[in-house]
């Protein structure tokens, strides 16, 4: 849905877009590479973290995921291990998921948990904010075999473009230290208290 007047959106082409709303406007978000794009902001990355983000998006349609990754990341970088070590999503083991359940993850950054997640679920929707990542990670899941899952882009208003109670649990990796940094009319507290809003409006009554 609409995450900026909630209500339901319809392909159109190669965008979504809204009935009109009470003052007559009729948002519109484009689709591209098969990603929906929700982003309110411009990016804050810098040229030198675009140029590589294509690089690696290039390189992993050629030569798949890991490839990509070892060629354009120094080994032993923070950045190699965030994306690759299966450690960090131990906490995985911890949560009551099961193949029944619709699951939404915030923050996929390089796409360490989303097939992870993908493999206990019935389905996945994924949220990140950064859109060469979220590229990458549509990549990554077709490589591994991970078909159960919708990767969108957005985010950066902390509103979420998804339904009220929706999902079984909400995932979030590195994200409330983060969310709102491109929104610079709002304190960070406040950006927080809009994003935990935003999960409990989109969760199950039973949800976590």
């Known amino acids: ?53 294509e690089r690696l998006n290039r390189a992993a349609k050629t030569k798949g995921w890991r490839q990509a990754l070892e060629e354009i990341y120094d080994p032993g970088s923070p950045q190699l291990r965030y994306a690759t070590d299966e450690r960090r999503a131990r906490i995985l083991d911890l949560l009551p998921l099961t193949n029944q359940d619709v699951v939404l993850e915030i ?35 077709r490589q591994e075999g991970v ?33 709102g940094d491109r929104d610079r009319g709002r304190s960070p507290l406040d950006s927080q208290r809009q994003l935990l809003g935003e999960i409990y409006r989109v969760l199950e009554p039973s949800g976590l």
């Open 1 to 53: 849905m609409c995450p900026r007047t909630h209500l339901p959106l319809r392909l159109s082409g190669s965008t979504l877009e809204a009935n009109a709303n009470g003052n007559g406007t009729r948002p519109k978000y484009e689709i591209r590479a098969g990603i929906p794009h929700f982003l309110r902001y411009p990016p804050v990355e810098n040229g030198k973290g675009w140029l590589q983000l």
């Open 107 to 141: 923050g996929t950054g390089l796409g360490l948990f989303t097939p992870l997640i993908a493999r206990r679920v019935r389905f996945v929707y994924s949220l990140e904010v950064v859109e060469g990542q979220a590229e990458f990670v549509a990549t990554r899941c």
């Open 147 to 179: 078909n159960n899952f919708q990767i969108a882009c957005g985010g950066d208003d902390c509103k979420l473009p998804y339904a009220n109670e929706s999902f079984k649990a909400v995932i979030l990796n590195l994200v409330l230290e983060w969310c």
